[in-house]
């Protein structure tokens, strides 16, 4: 039987933008099918011009339509999207995440709508120098592999990391101008991330005070398109400042993850995140212990940084440890190098041990349950 466009057309519904994470003709990007025989040639219509992912959205096509009865040879042609096309494309995404004018308080954040099934962790630590980011770029690729639609924002505003950790390389994409430009935030090895790292230079320092890093937040959370992923990671900033405050305000559905280091004297600073969590009324769900003791060539188990710290913590907050990460060279390579351990070395104890923490907190299930339509009269 001769190829039909509707069949060309199923096939590529399995294609998804690489910024967007929608498919290409939900996205109204494929813009003409042309059938020759057995020749099948696509154009598609990019969302912005000079696309870095230009090369990647025709492979995945190609990939896509090959496999197809009947199809020996795909040609892809890339063209860009009228302006009246990219306010249609604006308008099926739904405006969430999508930049706006106005006044007051601004748009309202997707995220902390009862009904959005978004799972906020936040990944908090008493202190610096834990490996709190490090631990939630590991953990965010990890429930990637097992399935999830995941983000990062990195809300640690002073000490942002995110991206080189991640191994990100491009900027995020503006989509349109004006009230009808989507922002998407980069992404790299299929996670989603936003990052003061993107608005700053590398040596630059961030000097602001409470309302700057207030504003800031919201707008991360408001002025990118996230889409809806089933996890929201937020690398928070150590301590019990102003961006945990904000969180509170802005996420009262997060659940916050403490991290802290084996020795005992870890966890007396640690708890304060706790304290903080009780104050402001969310929910502390696990602690994670980093840079556990490891075993070396001998079979023996170094414990460098003491041991018990993450137990006597997780008594403190009467928490669940979901698990110990061992200290291994290759997890500090990875996040220098862009290139975590997760995906570097995925079958290292390390690598299983967030497997493992991923796999726990999705167990858990959510934090809170809310249903507009159970109501107390």
Not at 11 to 25: H, Q
Not at 35 to 52: E, F, M, S
Request: hydrophobic content about 40%; charged content about 20%.
């Amino acid at each position: 039987m001769p190829l039909t466009e509707p069949q060309i057309t199923d096939a590529l519904r399995s294609v998804m933008d690489p910024e967007l994470n929608r498919s290409i003709v939900e996205l109204g990007m494929v813009k003409t099918v042309d059938i020759d025989g057995a020749r099948v040639k696509v154009t598609v219509a990019l969302t912005v011009a000079g696309c870095p992912m230009k090369e990647e959205i025709t492979k995945r096509v190609t990939d896509a339509l090959l496999p197809v009865t009947g199809v020996d040879r795909v040609e892809v042609e890339l063209t860009v999207m009228s302006p009246e096309q990219l306010v249609n494309l604006r308008r099926s995404l739904g405006g969430d995440g999508a930049a706006h004018g106005g006044q007051g308080q601004g748009p309202p954040i997707p995220f902390s709508d009862p009904d959005n099934r978004t799972r906020i962790i936040g990944v908090a630590s008493g202190k610096g120098g834990v490996g709190k980011s490090s631990v939630t770029v590991n953990l965010a690729i990890a429930l990637k592999g097992l399935g999830y639609d995941v983000g990062i924002l990195d809300a640690d505003v002073y000490g942002f990391s995110i991206p080189r950790m991640l191994g990100v390389e491009n900027q995020p994409t503006i989509i349109g101008e004006g009230e009808d430009r989507i922002i998407a935030p980069a992404q790299a090895h299929g996670v989603k991330c936003i990052s003061m790292g993107f608005f700053m230079e590398e040596d630059q320092a961030v000097i602001w005070r409470g309302p700057m890093l207030h504003k800031a937040l919201r707008q991360f959370l408001t002025d990118f398109w996230w889409g809806d992923p089933d996890y929201l990671l937020i690398d928070m900033p150590p301590g019990t400042g102003d961006v945990a405050i904000s969180m509170a305000q802005y996420l009262p559905r997060s659940e916050l993850f403490v991290v802290t280091t084996p020795q005992p004297a870890a966890q007396s600073v640690a708890q304060r995140t706790g304290a903080l969590a009780k104050e402001v009324k969310l929910s502390v769900r696990g602690v994670i212990e980093n840079m556990s003791g490891f075993t070396g060539e001998d079979g023996r188990l170094y414990e460098i940084f003491g041991s018990g710290g993450g137990d006597l913590l997780a008594e403190t907050l009467d928490a669940p440890l979901l698990g110990r990460v061992p200290l291994v060279p290759a997890l500090r390579e990875g996040g220098d190098t862009g290139m975590p351990i997760t995906v570097s070395h995925p079958d290292s104890e390390a690598a299983r041990a967030f497997k493992t923490i991923a796999e726990r907190i999705v167990a858990m299930g959510p934090a809170r349950v809310y249903k507009r339509e159970l109501q107390v009269s």
